[in-house]
Nanobody, 123 residues
Framework: EVQLVESGGGSVHAGGSLRLSCAAS????????MAWFRQVPGKERQGVAS???????DYADAVKGRFTISQDNAKNMVYLQMDSLKPEDTAMYYC?????????????????WGQGTQVTVSS
C-alpha cells in the first residue's frame, strides 16, 4: 500500500504561480514512477505530468513550457511547479503512484491516488 498526500493548492490570478507537493508513504520502494493529474467537474481525470524515479519526465501538451515536475527521492516527495497559470488550469489536482501499464495520462494506468488539492486561477 502507498499513501499519497497533496498540498500547495490555492487561488491565484492568471499569470501567477503555484507549487504543489505530494508526500508518499508506505511501500514507497514499489514506486518507479509518479504523476500529477487534474480533473474538473463533469470531465475525466487527465494526466498533467509524469516522472520516473530515474528522472525522465512527460508532460501534457497543454502544460509544456509552463509546468515542471520534479522529485526528491530521499524524502519521497514529488512536486509540480506551475507557472504562467491560466484560468483553464483551474481543477482539482491529484498525485498518482505505481504505474501499472497503458498510456501514462490515462487514470487507469495508476494504482494509488491522493485526495487532491484544489487550484483556482482567476482571470
Amino acid at each position: 500500500e502507498v499513501q499519497l498526500v497533496e498540498s500547495g493548492g490555492g487561488s491565484v490570478h492568471a499569470g501567477g504561480s503555484l507549487r504543489l507537493s505530494c508526500a508518499a508513504s508506505g511501500d514507497t520502494g514499489s514506486i518507479m514512477r509518479m504523476a500529477w493529474f487534474r480533473q474538473v467537474p463533469g470531465k475525466e481525470r487527465q494526466g498533467v505530468a509524469s516522472i520516473y524515479t530515474r528522472g525522465r519526465t512527460d508532460y501534457a501538451d497543454a502544460v509544456k513550457g509552463r509546468f515542471t515536475i520534479s522529485q526528491d527521492n530521499a524524502k519521497n516527495m514529488v512536486y509540480l511547479q506551475m507557472d504562467s497559470l491560466k484560468p483553464e488550469d483551474t481543477a482539482m489536482y491529484y498525485c498518482a503512484a505505481v504505474y501499472v501499464g497503458g498510456v501514462w495520462h490515462w487514470d487507469g494506468a495508476w494504482s494509488y491516488w491522493g485526495q487532491g488539492t484544489q487550484v483556482t486561477v482567476s482571470s
